[in-house]
């Protein structure tokens, strides 16, 4: 591949969107709609994902998100959060699709509540109708290359394995199997979930994943907007350093200095 | 199907809840008359969605179930 000299020109893109940043954020758990916006803009993020849910009938004043975070200037990537079913993720996607006109959406279908695993055999099922219906489907799955390779198949237009549980913040844990994805996917690859801090996320980057998709680690920061810069840093740090390509392991000590002209 | 015509309100389900609303309004004169605006959200009625486009068309009918929906916060 040509590799770019600095990050600045290094973009990627997604179903013909091209963006320069490759961390995406979520807008969930923040304390305040203000510091979620602000976090947005600390982490240089151009995505985040939304959520779709019922609007409060009982108090339909309240501020909405759209308010703070403005969708024409950061793209919002609906998702289905929440869904465990694959009917249950089309219907919402469908609404979201008329709730603002996107076709590029984020689809998850979960297996359950206690860790949150995507259910692949629905996962696989409401991405193949979603793309008949003209939908661009990112899809987060389990961090198998096989199940990455069926969803390419189906039309997913970029492969999300999980780092780890949602929400956990235990890191990347196999990362055999996001390498193997990434080596065998013709489509943008991005860690989503398991992030705990910057080094997971430049982990990530250094494995070669196109991206990472973030929440919790930012929101349940002690400092939001500090660990959204960190992130933001360790995300080009990480891409950097696959640029450049690491120095092999080695077992032993190797010097840096010469061994001769020693006195 | 007369007795129905007359009613003034008429019995809807919204968001899973029971409520009663003006017989022969549209959608989007039911959404303005809960205080909602019908550019920012999306509503589904039993089932299918409703193009934002026709929801000044479509008159809400008697055991309508409506979902109104629109964006939060998420990962």
Not at chain 1, 55 to 78: C, E, G, H, R, S
Not at chain 1, 86 to 92: N, V
Not at chain 1, 202 to 217: F, I, P, R, S
Not at chain 2, 18 to 39: H, Q, T, Y
Request: glycine letters at 10%; charged letters at 20%.
């Amino acid at each position: 591949m040509n590799a770019p000299q600095c990050v600045s020109a290094d973009t990627w893109t997604v179903a013909g969107r091209t963006f320069s940043s490759r961390l995406i954020v979520g807008t969930g758990k923040y304390k305040s709609f203000e510091e979620n916006a602000a976090a947005v803009e600390a982490s240089g993020a151009e995505i985040v994902t939304v959520a779709v849910r019922r609007v409060n009938i009982a108090d339909p004043n309240q501020p909405m998100l759209t308010d703070f975070i403005d969708p024409k200037k950061i793209t919002y990537l609906p998702n289905t959060a929440g869904c465990f079913t694959a009917d249950e993720a089309i219907r919402t996607l469908r609404l979201a699709r008329e709730a603002g006109g996107w076709t590029l959406v984020k689809l998850e279908v979960l297996g359950e509540a206690k860790t949150l695993y995507p259910d692949m055999r629905e996962t696989l099922k409401a991405a193949e109708t979603l793309v008949k219906e003209g939908f661009e489907p990112m899809v987060y799955c389990v961090d198998d290359p096989i199940a990455a390779k069926q969803l390419e198949e189906v039309g997913a237009v970029a492969i999300m394995p999980l780092g780890a549980p949602i929400g956990s913040g235990l890191g990347i844990q196999n990362r055999i199997t996001v390498r193997l994805i990434v080596e065998g996917a013709g489509v943008p690859v991005l860690v989503d979930a398991g992030v705990g801090t910057a080094s997971d996320a430049a982990v990530a980057m250094e494995l070669g994943c196109d991206g990472v998709l973030m929440n919790t680690a930012i929101a349940e920061a002690r400092d939001p907007l500090m660990m959204a810069r960190a992130m933001k840093s360790a995300i080009e740090a990480g891409r950097m350093a696959y640029l450049a390509g690491r120095m092999g392991k080695r077992r032993y000590a190797d010097p840096s200095s010469p061994l001769a002209g020693l006195i | 199907m007369t007795e129905t015509a007359q009613k003034l309100t008429i019995s809807i389900i919204l968001n899973g809840e029971e409520r009663s609303v003006g017989a022969g309004r549209s959608i989007a004169a039911m959404l303005e008359s809960i205080g909602l605006n019908p550019a920012k959200v999306a509503v589904e009625r039993n089932l299918k969605v409703v193009p934002r486009s026709s929801l000044g068309e479509i008159v809400v009918n008697e055991g309508d179930k409506f979902e109104i929906v629109h964006f939060v916060g998420g990962g």
